[in-house]
């Protein structure tokens, strides 16, 4: 086989599928948090859940987002947030290792975003169901078609379908998918 065809035939092994039409029923594949609970679109149900992807090498925009939009995800009662994160950049290290960076750098970042909060703000944020996980093989990511290398967001409705879904968010699409899941 020659070196462009397996490069070529790599690329497509890797790329994703494309998000799942909107208005179907989300992708029932379940995925294990860093707190070691495990996590699917049937465990939120009644709830609408916000999923974000990001992967190592975006992770810096990935924590950023969340900093600047956690906030905002409090103000949506019932809110469930899954922050789900590729780690595909660190390869040579072991998974506990990754895993243990991970929990530790998550924790800081939640901490920080919650101190950040003014007094009346934190109770709300405490009550928002956040959780973190780790998709080695990218097959939860897969699954919703998230891309590789960005951020991006799905929101699922609480009877499981697939209320939206943004491959490159920013401020304004945040706002757009809090907007789907605040209550009338």
Do not use: C
Request: net charge positive.
């Amino acid at each position: 086989m020659t070196r462009p065809l397996l490069i070529a035939l790599l690329f497509a092994a890797t790329a994703s599928a494309g998000p799942v039409p909107v208005g179907s029923a989300a992708p029932q594949a379940a995925i294990t948090a860093l707190d070691g609970r495990e996590m699917s679109v049937a465990s939120a149900r009644g709830h609408w859940l916000l999923i974000t992807f990001s992967d190592y090498r975006s992770r810096e925009a990935g924590w950023a987002f969340f900093k600047a939009h956690a906030p905002r995800f409090a103000q949506v009662p019932g809110l469930v947030v899954h922050n789900v994160i590729v780690p595909g950049g660190v390869a040579l290290a072991p998974r506990a290792v990754v895993l243990m960076r991970l929990r530790s750098d998550t924790a800081r970042l939640q901490r920080e975003v919650r101190d950040g909060l003014p007094e009346k703000d934190r109770a709300r944020f405490d009550a928002t169901d956040v959780r973190w996980h780790a998709d080695f093989d990218r097959h939860y990511s897969e699954r919703f078609g998230a891309p590789p290398h960005q951020v991006s967001a799905a929101l699922v409705d609480p009877a499981g379908r697939l209320a939206a879904f943004e491959d490159a968010v920013s401020g304004s699409t945040v706002e757009r998918l809090l907007a789907l899941a605040r209550p009338k």
